[in-house]
C-alpha cells in the first residue's frame, strides 16, 4: 500500500494533492504473469484567491473558497446504460433472438399488409384507379379531410415497427459474425461522460461558486471464458420476453428503464472474469458574490478553483442497480414527444 500528500496553504494559495493506491504490477494467477490490476484514488484541488476586504471587516483580508468537493453525476440509470453497452460489447451485438420470435406473428403481420396495400396499389394504378391504390396507402381522395388518426398510425408503424425491423435484421447479421467468429477479443472496454454545473460552495448565499464538471466513467472486463450462444441471443432471459410483449412497456421504459434493468439482470451478474472501473471527475469553476444583500464589499475577493478526483477499482463481478424514474426533460427526448402525441391520438380517435 502507497500513500502520497502534500500540500500548500496561505491566503492566496490553496493546493492539496493525496493518493493511495496497492503496490506491484503484475502478479501470477494459475502460474500465468499477468498485468496487476490495482486499487488506487486520487484527490488533487488547486485555488488561487486575491483576498478582498468587506465593509464589516474592512481591516482583515477575506476569500471567497469553493471547498464543497463535486459529487457524481452518474445515477443510477447511468450505470445500467452504461452495463447495457459493456453487455453488448461482450456479445457483439444487441440481437435478441427470444423477443423477436415472440413477436413474429406481428411482424410477419405487417410486413404482409404492407406488402398487400403496396401490391394492390400498383393494380389499381394500372388499371386507372386512382382514388382506390390512394386508400390502399392510407392517403385520402380529399386532403383537406386526411384523418389525424391515419397520420398517428403510419408514424407509430414506422417507429415502432419497421424501424426496429431493420434494426434486428442488422443485428441478427452482427450476431451470425459475432457467434461465428472464432478470434474474438478477450478484453472489451466501454465508457460514459457526463456533464453538469454543481454548486461547490460552502456558503452559497454570500457566494456562489458554479463551474462545469465533467465526470467520465470506464469500465474494462478481461474474461476468463465467453458467453454461451444461448445466453447471447436472449434465449435464457423470459423476463425481458415478457416485459417486452406487455402493452405500452416501452412508454414505461421512458420513465423507468425496466426493459434495461431485465436485461443487464441476465447478463452482468453471468460474466465470469475481472473488472477495472475507473471513474474520474474534473471540475472547473469561479467563485462569485452570492445573494446575500446583508454583505457589502470594499474589494470583491476572486477565486479560480480546479479540482480533479480519480478512482480505480478492480472488481470480480459488478452489481447491477435498480432502476429509478428519470427526469421529466431526460425522458422526453423530442422523438418520444412526438411518438406520445402520436399515441394520445390514436387513443383519442
Not at 456558503?203 to 447471447?232: D, H, V
Request: charged share 20%; proline share 5%.
Amino acid at each position: 500500500m502507497t500513500t502520497r500528500y502534500s500540500d500548500s496553504i496561505s491566503n492566496s494559495l490553496y493546493m492539496v494533492n493525496s493518493a493511495t493506491g496497492t503496490d506491484g504490477r503484475y502478479e501470477s494467477v494459475n502460474g500465468v504473469v499477468r498485468e496487476k490490476w490495482n486499487n488506487y484514488e486520487a484527490t488533487f484541488r488547486r485555488e488561487v484567491r486575491t483576498p478582498g476586504r468587506s465593509t464589516q471587516l474592512p481591516n482583515f483580508d477575506q476569500w471567497w473558497d469553493c471547498s464543497v468537493f463535486p459529487s457524481s453525476l452518474f445515477s443510477s440509470n447511468d450505470i445500467l446504460s452504461l452495463q447495457s453497452r459493456l453487455s453488448e460489447a461482450v456479445k457483439g451485438h444487441s440481437f435478441n433472438l427470444a423477443v423477436s420470435a415472440a413477436e413474429g406473428k406481428k411482424t410477419v403481420g405487417m410486413v404482409v399488409g404492407a406488402i398487400q396495400s403496396i401490391g394492390g396499389a400498383l393494380i389499381d394504378l394500372k388499371r386507372g384507379k386512382l382514388e382506390s391504390a390512394a386508400r390502399r396507402l392510407g392517403v385520402n381522395s380529399r386532403p383537406s379531410k386526411l384523418s389525424e388518426k391515419d397520420i398517428a398510425g403510419r408514424w407509430l408503424e414506422l417507429q415502432y415497427g419497421w424501424k426496429p425491423l431493420v434494426s434486428d435484421v442488422y443485428e441478427a447479421a452482427k450476431a451470425y459474425e459475432a457467434l461465428t467468429n472464432t478470434s474474438r477479443s478477450n478484453r472489451v472496454t466501454v465508457s460514459m461522460t457526463r456533464k453538469g454545473q454543481p454548486e461547490t460552495s460552502a456558503s452559497p448565499i454570500n457566494w456562489t461558486c458554479k463551474g462545469t464538471l465533467e465526470e467520465r466513467w470506464r469500465i474494462i472486463y478481461e474474461m476468463n471464458e465467453q458467453m454461451s450462444s444461448a445466453r447471447s441471443l436472449g434465449l435464457m432471459n423470459p423476463a425481458s420476453v415478457v416485459w417486452e410483449l406487455i402493452p405500452y412497456s416501452f412508454v414505461v421504459d421512458w420513465f423507468v428503464p425496466i426493459g434495461s434493468y431485465l436485461e443487464n439482470l441476465n447478463t452482468i451478474p453471468q460474466l465470469n472474469g475481472r473488472f477495472l472501473t475507473i471513474k474520474a471527475r474534473n471540475y472547473q469553476g469561479a467563485a462569485l458574490k452570492g445573494p446575500n444583500p446583508n454583505v457589502s464589499w470594499i474589494k470583491y475577493p476572486t477565486t479560480n478553483t480546479s479540482t480533479f478526483y480519480m478512482k480505480r477499482e478492480v472488481s470480480g463481478s459488478l452489481s447491477v442497480p435498480k432502476p429509478a424514474f428519470e427526469s421529466l426533460p431526460d425522458a422526453m427526448s423530442p422523438s418520444r414527444i412526438w411518438n406520445a402525441l402520436a399515441l394520445v391520438t390514436q387513443r383519442l380517435r
